[in-house]
């Protein structure tokens, strides 16, 4: 697996926001897929939101409407805006990114960043 970083985590009040950041050595714009998880404690992963190259972003039903999922070529950062943080988005947030060449497919994965919302 490749390296990507991210940051951006924290510890908010419920109704805050937070952005996270994820980069790495590629280029943000060349992958494919990028993606969005969280695993919650005692939780399994699961997906927030996904932007595919030409396609229209998507989200977890629990996120729509107030997580945004976006890249900045120029930065070369993926973000995840969060807005009307709640108790039950506490999680490890990771970034995730698919590279495809004529070859073959390269995964990669971010350490995660800790994201805890207090009521």
């Known amino acids: 697996q490749e390296q990507l970083v991210e940051s951006g985590g924290g510890v908010v009040q419920a109704g805050d926001s937070l952005r996270l950041s994820c980069t790495g050595s590629v280029k943000i714009s060349s992958f494919d897929v990028m993606r969005w998880y969280r695993r919650a404690p005692g939780k399994q992963r699961e997906l927030v939101a996904q932007?595919?190259?030409?396609?229209?972003?998507k989200y977890k039903d629990a996120v729509k409407g107030r997580f945004t999922i976006s890249r900045d070529s120029a930065k070369n950062t993926l973000y995840l805006q969060m807005n009307r943080l709640n108790p039950e988005d506490t999680a490890v947030y990771s970034c995730?990114?698919?590279?495809?060449?004529?070859?073959?497919?390269?995964?990669?994965w971010g350490q995660g960043t800790q994201v805890t919302v207090s009521s």
């Open positions: 995730y990114g698919r590279l495809e060449t004529i070859d073959r497919g390269v995964d990669y």
């Open positions: 932007s595919i190259s030409g396609d229209i972003p």
